[in-house]
């Protein structure tokens, strides 16, 4: 089901935003105009990725800087623990996440 969450003013590039698509809590992520949407709590102890802070194509966490890649979800110290991702596409200026 494709959600709109965003206009794409909303979230600059270098930038992650809370948002909600239906029921699930998403980290949208602007990297250099390309849009990347993560599940919203971290897996460590389910810290609230939206708050957390971008740096090139990683997504950080607030709580205790656990890092994610937004394009994969993969955590960059164990490559075995991998956040959930969901498609993006961007119409009319709107962002809109397939949950």
């Not at 909600?20 to 998403?26: N, Q």
């Not at 205790?64 to 623990?81: E, P, Q, S």
Request: glycine share 12%.
């Amino acid at each position: 089901m494709l959600v709109s969450v965003a206009r794409v003013e909303e979230v600059p590039p270098g930038t992650v935003k809370a948002v909600t698509a239906g029921e699930e809590p998403i980290a949208l992520a602007n990297v250099d105009g390309t849009f990347y949407a993560t599940q919203g709590k971290c897996l460590h102890l389910e810290g609230p990725l939206g708050e957390g802070w971008l740096e090139g194509c990683f997504l950080t966490c607030p709580w205790h800087g656990w890092r994610y890649d937004v394009r994969t979800g993969k955590n960059d110290f164990d490559l075995a623990i991998e956040a959930r991702t969901f498609p993006v596409r961007v119409e009319d200026g709107e962002v809109k996440v397939d949950v």
